[in-house]
């Protein structure tokens, strides 16, 4: 019977989404929003069907985000089609390191003198907290390789790379709680967390999406060979470059979303002046022929794990919505939230945009959009469940857990309302 009552719920889920996403997009409500209220409806405080409870199942809990994040820096890769000299990744370079690292140090200090945390803990609440979000900031992001916007591409690219520059300040928070060896002055932690777990890690995601973008574009216009399952193609690039940066001691996030990039590039290469049009139901010979043409194998390739990872990442969006519904039940929304996160989203986080942006170029508007739209979600859930695994105190975890569980539930909601009027009258007033 249980198992009829969760099919007849995710069947009705899924197909409220199929029906209801364009109706959605014209009005002040998004998909999450939706997500957020069935997952606590289904929570403790409603029907008792989920009931996770962040302290004992914190272990599933991070790699169900983790699984989430890595697919959704895997699309922000592929969408990112500017070549690296554009001047658009030089913002982006400066949200997601210099604004990132701001908002840190400025969560860290009220969390110290205002929350009354330890420092460790404190930076730690600032790294879990400061990324902005991959998977629930879809609205907000380049809807497709070919996209100019100058916005949409820097909170994608802030998006993507943030959730792998925050592991050294979170690796920082644990080490000032005693959790992990930073070395002597820190010096462990500045050779091996910072210099090479970030270098190593877009390295190796560089190395391997480049490498197999090129050789499977090789095998197909040159020999025919390796034609078709790019959905496995796709899977397969993210785990290997996820699993081999994690066994060099790299960041697994870093190099997914380089693997995504350098993938990117390599099918930019043989990208036609027209993208390919096909019929609704190609026959096979007609894929076999577009895939294995010289103009257009690189495009295929990539609209066809482009499409696949699309639709991962939206039940990803779906399952860790839910959970995180059902997880408010189990945590109280503190006192200190009614000010603190009000204070993060209007003060925090746009006095890190316009700092990490002054002398930018970018126009006044854009930075006012770009400060807002710092989205928390699935990657703050996921450092969250990291710290409590790597032996957090019960005492500073219930109070992270419930900080953190109230900021990404409050983002939700507040930028689910905002984002289709602010991003239409900022659509309406841009330059065409």
């Known amino acids: 019977m249980l198992f009829a009552v969760w099919a007849s719920l995710i069947g009705g889920l899924m197909i409220v989404m199929a029906l209801a996403g364009s109706l959605l997009k014209r009005l002040p409500v998004s998909m999450a929003m939706l997500y957020l209220a069935v997952g606590y409806a289904i929570g403790e405080d409603g029907w008792g069907l989920l009931r996770p409870d962040p302290a004992r199942h914190a272990m599933l809990l991070e790699r169900l985000a983790e699984v989430a994040v890595l697919v959704s820096l895997f699309v922000a890769g592929l969408k990112l089609g500017a070549p690296l000299s554009d001047r658009r990744w030089r913002a982006t370079l400066r949200l997601a390191v210099g604004s990132m690292l701001l908002t840190v140090a400025l969560i860290a200090l009220v969390a110290c003198f205002a929350l009354g945390l330890p420092l460790g803990a404190a930076v730690l609440l600032g790294a879990i907290l400061a990324p902005t979000d991959p998977v629930l900031a879809s609205d907000v992001q380049v809807e497709h390789p070919e996209d100019r916007d100058e916005l949409r591409f820097c909170l994608t690219g802030e998006g993507g790379l943030n959730d792998g520059t925050a592991f050294p300040l979170v690796m920082l928070g644990l080490g000032l709680l005693g959790l992990h060896d930073l070395g002597d002055w820190g010096w462990r932690w500045w050779l091996r967390d910072v210099l090479w777990a970030v270098a190593g890690g877009l390295l190796i995601g560089t190395l391997l999406g480049g490498c197999i973008g090129r050789l499977v574009v090789y095998l197909r216009i040159r020999h025919r060979e390796a034609v078709g399952l790019d959905e496995f193609l796709a899977l397969g690039l993210i785990a290997l470059a996820y699993?081999?940066?994690?066994?060099?001691?790299?960041?697994?996030?870093?190099?997914?979303?380089?693997?995504?990039?350098?993938l990117r590039r390599t099918s930019a290469t043989e990208r036609p002046p027209t993208e390919p049009t096909l019929p609704a139901a190609p026959p096979r010979e007609v894929l076999e022929g577009v895939a294995t043409t010289p103009e257009l194998a690189g495009c295929y390739m990539r609209h066809a794990m482009l499409s696949f990872n699309e639709q991962?990442?939206?039940?990803?969006?779906?399952?860790?919505?839910?959970?995180?519904?059902?997880?408010?039940?189990?945590?109280?929304?503190?006192?200190?939230?009614?000010?603190?996160?009000?204070?993060?989203?209007?003060l925090i986080r746009p006095i890190a945009v316009a700092l990490g942006l002054a002398g930018s170029g970018m126009p006044r508007g854009r930075r006012l959009l770009t400060g807002w739209f710092g989205i928390r979600g699935v990657g703050s859930i996921y450092y969250l469940m990291f710290a409590i695994n790597h032996g957090l105190p019960q005492p500073l975890a219930q109070e992270l857990t419930a900080l953190t569980l109230t900021t990404v539930a409050t983002s939700i909601v507040l930028h689910g309302i905002s984002v289709t009027p602010l991003m239409r009258r900022y659509q309406q007033r841009k330059p065409h």
Do not use: D, N, Q
């Not at 699993?243 to 350098?262: K, P, R, S």
């Not at 945590?331 to 603190?340: E, K, R, Y």
């Open 243 to 262: 699993g081999v940066a994690l066994l060099c001691h790299t960041y697994g996030f870093l190099a997914v979303f380089a693997a995504g990039l350098a």
């Open 312 to 346: 991962l990442e939206r039940i990803g969006e779906v399952a860790l919505v839910l959970l995180l519904g059902a997880l408010l039940a189990f945590v109280a929304p503190p006192v200190s939230a009614i000010w603190f996160v009000p204070l993060l989203f209007l």
